[in-house]
């Protein structure tokens, strides 16, 4: 069965980016640190970015980070999607204005302009396909920004959240919840590293 897994790094405080982020700097003042456990050596840190990303068949994400990965200083073939450990998944990005051209055009993009759950629908679409072709049961990621996750939460559109934990206190930034819906949570696997604590929890 095809899961809508939402996977997110955060901080200690809540924030999935720091300040002032813009297109050249998308995790925003010190975000970055968010992110050192996927370019870690760690083999855990390893384990855990391989076997995510091997087994999504579609990855969801919102306008403003489109910009960010599709811009100048965004995704490379060192920093893209898996950072190495997977194929190209199809992209479903939710916007109300498709771009009039992509600079990753080696990428499977689908914009969708009639909502995050039409998005959500198309990227199940794409992830089935997959795996039909693949042989093996493949899932769909919603990757972010904070603001995409916490929709898809508040819409009950979510049933795997994965939290990497980072061991750093922003301050300020964009925070993954501002209130919204109730949730129970029933906790799956916990697993620690020295750049930050894997979380992935059940949504009931």
Request: no cysteine.
């Amino acid at each position: 069965m095809t899961r809508i897994i939402a996977d997110i790094s955060v901080s200690l405080d809540g924030f999935v980016a720091g300040p002032d982020p813009d297109p050249d700097n998308g995790l925003g003042a010190g975000g970055e640190a968010l992110h050192t456990w996927a370019f870690s050596d760690d083999p855990d840190d390893r384990r855990i970015l391989r076997e995510a990303t091997a087994r999504s068949g579609a990855v969801v994400l919102g306008r403003r980070l489109f910009d960010v990965v599709d811009g100048p200083k965004g995704w490379n073939d060192d920093s893209g999607y898996g950072a190495g450990e997977v194929g190209k998944p199809a992209f479903v990005v939710v916007t109300s204005t498709p771009p009039e051209s992509v600079r990753l055009t080696d990428l499977d993009w689908t914009f969708v302009t009639s909502g995050l759950p039409d998005a959500v629908a198309a990227a199940r679409e794409r992830a089935e396909a997959a795996s039909s072709q693949r042989g093996e049961e493949l899932d769909v990621v919603i990757m972010g920004g904070g603001a995409t996750i916490g929709s898809a939460l508040d819409a009950g559109l979510v049933d795997v959240l994965t939290l990497h934990l980072a061991p750093v206190v922003l301050g300020a930034g964009t925070p993954l919840f501002t209130g919204g819906t109730r949730r129970t949570l029933v906790r799956r696997s916990v697993t620690a590293t020295s750049t930050a604590t894997h979380l992935t929890y059940d949504l009931v």
